[in-house]
């Protein structure tokens, strides 16, 4: 099988990123980690527990409305024993209290030790995790109104931007950080699955390929069911199979397996094939 991109793909403008955002650390005293539900561990950006060590760290399992809420509810426990303090979230549908408390909770010792002392400060709070897994919609939503620029796509947010969110608390919106050197093959694909590496650099069709043997595991019946076909035979013979449902053809008896394998990719990011969660805590025990 090819290679589905380089998995030591660390752009220049995530290094300068991670340098800028260090500067302002001293300032920050919470930190929501934003993760993707469909992948809550692979979109977890392991650089971030020593960027952040000393912070009250919140884990957001956003886009909780494209995962598997069974599987959302043992993520979310997984991350309350790691950090104590988890919370799924759907950034363009949930009503912002629960995380909204939790970052009230988060923030209470911290409003304390200056109380104590006489002081009232603001409280920043940052909000970190890789690209595109929806940490702008998570401002906005707790907000109530679009003042991060959020985009479908990886790399929108590029520079640091402070919001005010009450007389109290202020938010930090980050560009997605990735990690110069991604271990785990297996947490690339899935990276690339959920959106949060730019296009140019994946080569679609191994991916999609991937995306087909995972969905045989997680959710055998998803394919057979959004495309109508069978799904007994190899991968690449799956794929042909949704190219000739939807009529992808380059010429007769030819598919056209490129586009075949974006719109499995497109749908499947979309949450069109159903609620699709590709790990689960036991695949790390
Ligand atoms: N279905 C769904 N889509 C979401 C959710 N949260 C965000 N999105 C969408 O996901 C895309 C990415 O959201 P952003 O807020 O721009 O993501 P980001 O993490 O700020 O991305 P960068 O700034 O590129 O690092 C946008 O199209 C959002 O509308 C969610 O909970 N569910
Ligand atoms: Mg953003």
Known sequence: MGKIMDINWYPGHMAKSKRLL???LKLISVA???VDARAPLSTFNPDLINILAGKECIVVLNKSDLADPAQTALWTQYYMK???NAVSFCAIRDKKNALLSAIN???KPVIKKYADKGMRKTIRVLVAGIPNVGKSAIINRLIGRKSAREGDKPGVTRGLQWVR???VLELLDSPGLLWPKIESEDAAVKIALAGCIKQEIIDIVPLALRLIDILSAVAPGAISERYGIETGGESR???ANIC???GFLIKKGEYDIDRGAKALLDEFKGGR???ITLETPKDFE
């Open 244 to 246: 000739k449902k939807r």
């Open 273 to 275: 094939l159903g609620r």
């Open 22 to 24: 260090g500067e302002k």
């Open 237 to 239: 013979d799956i794929l």
């Open 105 to 107: 909770n988060a923030a």
């Open 82 to 84: 790691k950090f104590s």
């Open 165 to 167: 969110l009450s007389d």
């Open 32 to 34: 929501v980690i934003a």
